[in-house]
């Protein structure tokens, strides 16, 4: 894969994953950041994916992927076993987000969470003056059938992490267009301007 053929808000989540290091990626969809940080940084990476299309689509590109159960499986693995646990718009559509977010921390030395943040402006207009759910390119389904089971702003998960002992030693802010917040004004209040978060975290 051409680095250029990544999502731009992946290739930011990549930049914070350190070379050669042990990632256990979670909800790895078809395996495209997997990919990357194996052929780009040369991790030793393993996957978890739900879905078996998913799961077949990661074997198939030599990628180490089993199919399970975020909200289940994280706890068979044995502690800090990776350097880093990656959710990539994963973890609000698990069942038990703040348990998932535990045993994230627990079997890794840092996670590297993407979230969508439902406090974006257009989200807060959109349901404002419409009444209904917001859809955008980010939350891109309709209520009913969305995977997304717990909306959250990435003030919501800025407060989990502090409720729960966690540390964020570097957050990146995204417009729709993936690219990190630059207007001054916008950059000082991310949670109404970033329409998706990543965090870094460590105990």
Same mark, same amino acid.
């Given at each position: 894969?051409?680095?250029?053929?990544?999502?731009? =808000?992946?290739?930011?989540?990549?930049?914070?994953?350190?070379?050669?290091?042990?990632?256990?990626?979670?909800?790895c969809?078809?395996?495209?950041?997997?990919?990357?940080?194996?052929?780009?940084k040369?991790? =030793?990476?393993?996957?978890?994916?739900?879905?078996?299309?998913?799961?077949?689509?990661c074997v198939?590109?030599?990628?180490?992927?089993?199919?399970? =159960?975020? =909200?289940?499986?994280?706890?068979?693995?044995?502690?800090?076993c990776?350097?880093? %646990?990656?959710?990539?718009?994963?973890?609000? %559509?698990?069942?038990?987000?703040?348990?998932?977010l535990?045993?994230?921390?627990?079997?890794?030395?840092?996670?590297?969470?993407?979230?969508?943040?439902?406090?974006?402006?257009?989200?807060?207009?959109?349901?404002?003056?419409?009444?209904?759910? *917001?859809?955008?390119?980010?939350?891109?389904?309709?209520?009913?059938?969305? *995977?997304?089971?717990?909306?959250?702003?990435?003030k919501?998960?800025?407060?989990?992490?502090?409720?729960?002992?966690?540390?964020?030693?570097?957050?990146v802010?995204?417009?729709?267009?993936?690219? *990190?917040?630059?207007?001054?004004?916008?950059?000082?209040?991310?949670?109404?301007?970033?329409?998706?978060?990543?965090?870094?975290?460590?105990?």
């Amino acid at each position: 894969m051409h680095k250029n053929q990544l999502r731009p =808000d992946l290739k930011h989540l990549a930049k914070l994953v350190k070379k050669e290091s042990r990632v256990l990626e979670i909800g790895c969809g078809d395996g495209d950041l997997l990919y990357y940080l194996t052929h780009e940084k040369n991790i =030793d990476g393993r996957g978890i994916e739900i879905s078996q299309s998913g799961v077949s689509t990661c074997v198939k590109r030599g990628l180490s992927v089993i199919q399970g =159960d975020a =909200d289940v499986d994280l706890k068979f693995y044995p502690q800090e076993c990776f350097d880093f %646990a990656i959710s990539s718009q994963v973890i609000q %559509a698990t069942r038990n987000p703040k348990d998932v977010l535990q045993e994230m921390m627990r079997v890794s030395k840092s996670a590297v969470i993407a979230i969508p943040n439902f406090g974006y402006w257009f989200n807060r207009v959109y349901l404002g003056l419409n009444g209904r759910m *917001p859809v955008s390119s980010t939350l891109s389904y309709q209520w009913y059938e969305t *995977p997304n089971i717990h909306f959250s702003t990435a003030k919501d998960f800025e407060a989990l992490c502090a409720q729960l002992g966690y540390k964020i030693t570097k957050s990146v802010y995204l417009q729709a267009s993936g690219k *990190p917040l630059k207007n001054p004004i916008a950059r000082l209040m991310p949670n109404l301007f970033a329409e998706k978060a990543i965090f870094v975290l460590e105990k």
